[in-house]
């Protein structure tokens, strides 16, 4: 039965309202959200520390040396230790990437669908929630592939046009700052900074449009290519690209807020228990998890709140239609017998 609280959640919302929201069904259900996610998690960071453990430990070891006798220069790397450990790293690190290609995308889709079952009053179980992701795992493996290309084309693409702005600006700074340095100094400011974070926005805007992409996938049914599509679409659409660059910025500031708050407390930590060098690769390993194990799936309430969101201002979305989607995957009841 539908409870009269997720009734009256599915509302068009502000955007502090989506994220009051979202931090709502994040701690209601963290346990479950949090597993969803650490079942994937914790072999991909096993895996990556195993494949960055020596080379963190290189660089670790170069900073201490630097700290130690700042008036010396730092100690060349070993050459051939480097390729050595670059060598090794190899097979974790493609198996990293593999699990975060293939199966990443599965514990979103649970988790996106174990809020969808928060808001309707259902209870959200782990079993329940990665049911829903693998009712159409075919149709979730082909949108991460259509995902890959797209961002290998899109990296193509963005480091040509890099190259090109560079250039453009290193000829235009070689005339202009001889002459006039401090008009050199104001076109940086007026042009770099805001492309920059102009920059950063967009990147998060392309995870809103991926985030959505495998929601679409999960809950509407749709094929990849429609799914890959919508996401765009609800992002960078008409009237609502200026709507996700606010999401985008708001879920930045949570994400750096976060992670300076536990990246003080590690150093703190460090720096009490006087830990050694050497456990400095684990420990960032660790501040690794801890910090994607929390803010993936709240990052993921804050993108399920923007899909309710836009689907209600643009597309007629109600309850109705949130109980439909998720019925579909639902077992059928068994069928009494005489």
Known sequence: ????????????????????????????????????????????LVLNYLGQRDLLGLDLKMIDSTIKNPNAPPPPPDFNQ??????????????????????????????IAGISRSYLGQPVRFVDCYRDAFARW????????LWIVALVVGIIIAYIALIIIFLVFAFAGAAILP?????????FAVFFIPAFLWLIISSLQ???????????????????????????????????YWRSAGVAAAM???????EIIVGAAIAALFLWLKLPTDS???????????????????????????????????????????????????????????
């Open 1 to 44: 039965m539908i409870s009269e609280h997720a009734a009256v959640n599915l509302r068009p919302m502000t955007i502090g309202e989506m994220l009051d929201r979202a931090f709502t069904v994040y701690f209601r259900n963290a346990l479950v959200l949090t597993a969803a996610l650490i079942v994937v998690l914790v072999p991909m």
């Open 82 to 111: 480097l390729m050595s450990y670059y060598t090794t790293s190899l097979p974790y690190l493609g198996l990293t990437m593999l699990l975060a290609t293939f199966a990443l995308p599965f514990a979103n889709s649970a988790i």
């Open 138 to 145: 075919q149709h979730v493996l082909l949108l991460a592939v």
């Open 179 to 187: 002459k006039a340095p401090a008009v050199a100094g104001v076109i």
């Open 206 to 240: 392309v995870y809103l449009a991926w985030a959505l992409s495998f929601a679409a996938i999960t809950l509407e049914h749709v094929d990849p290519v429609k799914a890959f599509g919508s996401g765009f679409s609800r992002v960078f659409g008409r009237g609502t």
């Open 252 to 258: 930045l500031g949570i994400v750096l807020v976060f």
């Open 280 to 338: 400095a690769p684990l420990a960032l390993s660790g501040f690794s998890g801890l910090a994607s194990a929390v803010i993936t799936p709240l990052s993921f309430a804050i993108v399920a709140m923007y899909y309710y969101d836009i689907r209600i201002r643009r597309e007629g979305f109600d309850l109705d239609h949130l109980t439909q989607m998720l019925s579909r995957s639902e077992p059928p009841l068994p069928t009494p017998t005489a």
